[in-house]
């Protein structure tokens, strides 16, 4: 059995589409919308719609930024929109046609925290298993999923514009991984809570991780942990007793799948 799982897409569908050549089943963990691209101020829903400046400003707000001055700056370029929620829906939406239809191997998807889960429901088909809080059989292994990323505790939401990231309540995400069997394989967007996982060398911070996900790899002691999120991951893999904890890689920029065999 071989299966192809990639995450951080970030609206590359021609990458997607071959991902899951020579594949049995094709694994996407998240982050389907290419909303802000770091690398290049011009691309992404940011660059396009409100222009290069205002995302590499973004990009500089989220790195060093004082606390809630990258959502005050983010509301305001959005005010110059007329109708932003409108545009936004539009721009996503045609994001998610072209990389849902890339979707050529079976595949089993889940949203990351940039992904619109509002309008996922609209692209579930025949080979394609919206699996987020589901474990299901792939090859005789049973493969675990949970969608999005965790808030820190006691931390709500904050909408800084017409497009809201799939954040979780910390206490809802805990009771997503608490819902799931035993598995052999669990498949999360964000890491669990170790901290060199965690930790991006170039934004210079650790990202939203999961302690209530390497609590479930210390109780359950499943084979493998598969996650994304990190693009630039202080270790791109960690062993947590028996489970082999992997960063499967910034697809968008790598356009590499992680095999698993078996």
């Not at 919308?33 to 400003?57: F, H, K, N």
């Not at 109708?83 to 979707?103: G, I």
């Not at 965690?198 to 479930?216: C, F, G, H, I, W």
């Amino acid at each position: 059995m071989r299966v192809h799982v990639v995450s951080d897409v970030h609206g590359n569908a021609e990458a997607l589409a071959r991902a899951g050549d020579g594949a049995d089943a094709l694994v996407v963990l998240g982050d389907l919308v290419d909303y802000v691209d770091y690398a290049d101020p011009t691309a992404g829903i940011l660059g396009r719609v409100l222009g290069p400046q205002v995302s590499a400003e973004f990009g500089r707000l989220r790195t060093s930024g004082r606390p809630g001055e990258l959502v005050a700056y983010v509301r305001a370029a959005w005010a110059r929109i007329d109708d932003p929620a409108a545009v936004v829906e539009e721009a996503v939406r045609e994001q998610y046609d072209r990389v849902f239809a890339a979707m050529t191997a079976p595949t089993w998807a889940i949203p990351g925290n940039v992904d619109m889960v509002e309008y996922w429901p609209d692209y579930a088909r025949p080979g394609v298993c919206l699996a987020d809080g589901d474990v299901v059989d792939i090859g005789g292994l049973r493969f675990g999923f949970v969608g999005g990323a965790p808030l820190p505790p006691g931390m709500q939401p904050r909408r800084g514009g017409p497009w809201t990231p799939h954040l979780r309540l910390a206490e809802e995400y805990t009771t997503a991984v608490g819902k799931l069997d035993e598995v052999d394989v669990l498949c999360s967007h964000a890491p669990p809570g170790v901290p060199e996982l965690a930790y991006d060398v170039v934004s210079r911070r650790e990202e939203s991780s999961s302690p209530s996900l390497l609590e479930k790899i210390h109780r359950d002691r499943p084979l493998a942990s598969l996650f994304g999120h990190i693009h630039q991951p202080l270790a791109p893999r960690v062993r947590v007793g028996r489970t082999e904890c992997v960063n499967v890689g910034h697809f968008r920029r790598t356009a590499t799948p992680y095999v698993l065999r078996w």
